[in-house]
């Protein structure tokens, strides 16, 4: 299977607009969501050869977990800042380090980033993003145009849990509280 086939157990994206799921025994009317309704599309990127210090600059400066790495306008790899740290010395800044632990943070970010980069079209139901994030075992895909290829955003499992508990009653606040499931006794939050 290619990296953009669908996968054999997705959804057809041509099916009607709503399905209906079951959930504890009740039927719920959910609309079709695809990924261009979640997405972020504010997408953070570096070139091949920028240095390992500049991503950890962007990833410290956006507070992002994942940066795509592009060549000539084209999706080239995905570096995340686990990759960053895992390549950095563990001395640097402390007592200890020396110019080789300085060294790892100039080279280019194209010796730590993933290759072979799972990506999804915007018009994609979620189902299938959900799919491929699993299969591939990534934490996140590039949204790509299906003409060419251009990037238009950024799928990760946070977009996707996020989604999740807007849609199913939970309070993403700082306050921590969720909104009581079906059933469950209301109580009052101080």
């Known amino acids: 299977m290619k990296p953009d086939e669908a996968p054999p157990d997705t959804p057809n994206p041509t099916e009607p607009d709503a ?13 079709a969501v695809v990924v261009r309704d979640i997405m972020t599309r504010g997408v953070v990127t570096l070139g091949m050869d920028r240095s390992v210090s500049e991503a950890k600059e962007l990833f410290e400066e956006h507070g992002l977990h994942h940066l795509v790495v592009m060549e000539r306008g084209a999706v ?7 990759d960053v740290l895992r390549w950095i010395s563990p001395f640097v800044g402390k007592m200890s380090e020396q110019p080789r632990d300085l060294n790892r943070l100039e080279h280019p970010v194209h010796q730590i980033m993933s290759r072979g980069v799972i990506t999804i079209e915007p018009d994609a139901p979620l189902e299938m993003a959900a799919a491929r994030l699993i299969r591939h075992r990534v934490g996140c895909l590039p949204v790509t145009l299906p003409d060419g290829g251009r990037l238009v955003g ?6 996707l849990v996020r989604w999740m ?3 199913h009653g939970m309070d993403l606040s700082d306050r ?3 909104a009581p499931s079906k059933g469950a006794p209301k109580t009052d939050a101080a």
């Open 19 to 31: 399905e209906t799921i079951e959930l504890d025994d009740s039927a719920v009317n959910v609309p």
């Open 76 to 82: 080239a790899g995905i570096v995340s800042d686990r």
């Open 165 to 167: 508990a807007e849609h």
């Open 176 to 178: 921590g509280q969720t």
């Open 154 to 159: 950024i799928l990760t499992w946070r977009d």
